[in-house]
């Protein structure tokens, strides 16, 4: 049972730049999310999903889009990177997406940096 | 939880020796839940324990314990016999809205002294 998978672990790119992190977890999980860590600032929501074919965003989605095609995977796109996009990324899934007593399932994290 | 406050930028503790990690919560939500998470220096995040906010008592997971003073809308972790392995960062966390999406404080950063 692999749980929350996310590739890259690490990456570097070039400002304007694109690149997608890839997200994918295999406990059948409605909920989907991400987040980025900066120091000082926690961990804060980029966009969420809970489901197949629904997303929302959270608290700084400007200049990442997702989708959800499948129950499994949670892509998050840069589509022109930004030196203010450097940060860790985490992605994170939980099974029930209305329950307050649900924990977050975190990925390994992605440890981007835009120069 | 509309925002989560810790106070805490960075504490120290001698091994052996319990310490309190403060967390605040700011909610109108009759219903919630307060999370706790330990994330090592390898940067993975870890679930260490939860509260919901109608259990009669306060969680507890081994070493780890929540005192969860809902009028004081506080929900501390207490971390007894401190290991070497507990230096860490160490956040607090609760759902934001109708869904869980969790909303996390700044996160405080525990280093224990041999």
């Known amino acids: 049972n692999a749980g929350v998978t996310q590739t890259p672990k690490f990456q570097v790119l070039k400002t304007g730049q694109s690149m997608t992190l890839q997200c994918a977890q295999d406990m059948n999980h409605e909920y989907m999310s991400w987040y980025r860590q900066d120091p000082g600032m926690g961990l804060r929501l980029i966009h969420y999903s809970v489901g197949a074919g629904i997303t929302d965003q959270g608290e700084v989605p400007n200049g990442y889009n997702v989708s959800r095609s499948t129950t499994e995977d949670f892509p998050l796109r840069l589509l022109s990177a930004a030196p203010s996009q450097t940060s860790v990324y985490f992605c994170?899934?939980?099974?029930?997406?209305?329950?307050?007593?649900?924990?977050?399932?975190f990925g390994s994290g992605t440890q981007l940096s835009v120069l | 939880a509309q925002k989560i406050t810790q106070t805490q930028p960075g504490m120290f503790v001698q091994e052996k020796e319990a310490v309190t990690l403060d967390c605040t919560y700011d909610?109108?939500?009759?219903?919630?839940?307060l999370f706790w998470y330990k994330q090592p220096s390898s940067g993975e995040m870890i679930f260490l324990i939860y509260q919901g906010s109608y259990d009669e008592q306060n969680a507890t997971e081994g070493r780890y314990s929540l005192n969860f003073q809902k009028a004081r809308k506080s929900a501390n972790l207490v971390i007894s016999a401190s290991q070497l392995g507990d230096s860490a960062m160490y956040f607090c966390a609760s759902p934001g809205g109708a869904t869980n999406k969790l909303i996390f404080g700044t996160g405080t950063l525990l280093a224990v002294q041999p």
């Open positions: 994170a899934s939980s099974r029930d997406p209305g329950a307050v007593s649900e924990k977050l399932f």
């Open positions: 909610t109108s939500d009759q219903s919630y839940g």
